[in-house]
C-alpha cells in the first residue's frame, strides 16, 4: 500500500512540474505534512517490533552460550571420568576387561553324570558323519569325471570342505564347541580347554563319525567307492613322506591357530575392536588349506577324516602313508596351541606375576 502512495505521488508531482509551478510548490508542503503524519502513525508499533527482534536475538544468543559452556563442562568430565582408549592393537596388552578363567582340570568326573557332557559327544558324531558323507561324495564325483573341467575340481572340493566345516561349527559350536576334529580337540587339551576326559570322548565319537559317514558313501555306490580311492589320503606320487608329514603340519597349524584366534574369549571384552563370527574364519581356513594341500596329500588336516575314509577303503596304500595323518595334525596342533599360549597370550608369564 505505501509503495502505490509514493507512486501516485510521483505521478503527481511529474504533471505538476510541468503544468505550473505554484501548485508543485503547494503540493510540496502537503506532501511533507502528509509524510510526517505517516511517520508519527507507524513509528511506535515499529519501534515495538524492533524491541522485540533485538530482544528475542539477546536471548537465544545467552541460550547458545549457556549451552556451548555445558557441552564444554560435558567434555572436561567426560575427559576426566572416562580415559582415553588405547590405539588399535595394543588392547591385547591390557587386562582391564578381562581375565584369564580357570584352566579345565584333567580329570572331571562330575561332568560323567551331566547330559550335556554326553549330548556334546553326540553332536561331535553327527557333525563328523555329515561331514565326512558330503566331503567324500564331493571327492568322488571329481574323480568320476572324465577331466576337471567337467567337474568342481580341486576349488570344489576345498570349498565343500570349508563350507561344510563354516555350516557345522555354527550348528554345534553352542553345544560341544565345534571340533569335529582330533587335531583341534588335541590342541584346546593342550591349552587345558578342556579336560582330558571330555577330549578322549570327543576324539572316539569323531572317529566313529568319520567311519559311518564314509560307509555310507560306499553304501551308495560300493564299486564306484573302490575304484575311486574312496577319498582316502595318500601322499601323491613325486612327494616323500617327509614333504606330506610338513604339509600336513603347517596345514593343521593354520587351522588351529585360526581355531584359537576366532574363539578367544578376550574378543568379546570391551576393548577388542574385533568384532568377529567364529565358524567364517575357521571354513575359509579349512578352504585354502585345501586348495594348497589337496595336490600333496590330499589335505588330511583331521584324523578322523583320514581314518574313517582308510577304514571303508581299506586298501594297501591308504594305510601305507597312514600315520603321516596322524602325526602331523597332532604336531600342528600342539605347535598352534603353544605359540597362542606362550607367545600371543602369555598365559604362563600372567600366572607367575
Not at 568342481?152 to 560341544?176: D, E, K, N, P, R
Request: glycine share 10%; with cysteine; charged share 15%.
Amino acid at each position: 500500500m505505501q509503495l502505490n502512495y509514493i507512486l501516485v505521488c510521483c505521478q503527481i508531482i511529474n504533471k505538476l512540474i510541468n503544468y505550473h509551478p505554484v501548485l508543485f510548490n503547494i503540493f510540496s508542503i502537503c506532501f511533507a505534512l502528509s509524510s510526517s503524519f505517516i511517520f508519527v502513525t507507524i513509528k511506535a508499533p515499529l519501534s515495538a517490533s524492533l524491541q522485540h527482534i533485538i530482544t528475542t536475538h539477546s536471548s537465544r544468543e545467552r541460550t547458545r552460550s549457556s549451552d556451548m559452556e555445558g557441552k564444554e563442562e560435558d567434555v572436561r568430565v567426560g575427559a576426566n571420568k572416562f580415559p582415553e582408549r588405547q590405539p588399535i592393537g595394543t588392547s591385547a596388552q591390557s587386562d582391564k576387561d578381562y581375565k584369564e578363567p580357570p584352566p579345565a582340570p584333567l580329570f572331571e568326573p562330575g561332568e560323567l553324570a551331566s547330559w550335556s557332557f554326553w549330548r556334546a559327544g553326540i553332536a561331535e558324531f553327527i557333525a563328523t558323519f555329515l561331514f565326512l558323507y558330503i566331503t567324500v561324495l564331493t571327492v568322488m564325483g571329481v574323480k568320476r569325471s572324465p577331466n576337471m573341467c567337467a567337474s568342481v575340481g580341486i576349488q570344489g572340493i576345498a570349498w565343500a570342505f570349508g563350507g561344510m566345516i563354516f555350516a557345522l561349527v555354527y550348528c554345534t559350536a553352542g553345544i560341544s564347541g565345534g571340533h569335529i576334529n582330533p587335531a583341534v580337540t588335541f590342541g584346546l587339551f593342550l591349552a587345558r580347554k578342556l579336560s582330558l576326559t571330555r577330549a578322549v570322548y570327543y576324539i572316539v565319537m569323531q572317529c566313529l563319525g568319520a567311519i559311518c559317514g564314509a560307509g555310507v558313501v560306499k553304501g551308495f555306490q560300493p564299486k564306484q567307492y573302490q575304484a575311486l580311492g574312496g577319498g582316502a589320503n595318500t601322499v601323491a606320487p613325486g612327494y616323500t613322506k617327509g614333504s606330506g608329514l610338513g604339509a600336513e603340519i603347517i596345514g593343521t597349524f593354520v587351522l588351529v591357530y585360526t581355531v584359537f584366534s576366532a574363539t578367544d574369549a578376550k574378543r568379546n571384552a570391551r576393548d577388542s575392536h574385533v568384532p568377529i563370527l567364529a565358524p567364517l574364519p575357521i571354513g575359509f581356513a579349512v578352504f585354502l588349506v585345501h586348495l594348497a594341500t589337496i595336490p600333496i596329500t590330499g589335505t588330511g588336516i583331521n584324523p578322523a577324516r583320514s581314518l574313517g575314509a582308510a577304514i571303508i577303503f581299506n586298501k594297501d596304500n591308504a594305510w601305507d602313508d597312514h600315520w603321516v595323518f596322524w602325526v602331523g595334525p597332532f604336531i600342528g596342533a600342539a605347535l598352534a596351541a603353544l605359540y597362542h599360549v606362550i607367545v600371543i597370550r602369555a598365559i604362563p608369564f600372567k600366572s607367575r606375576s
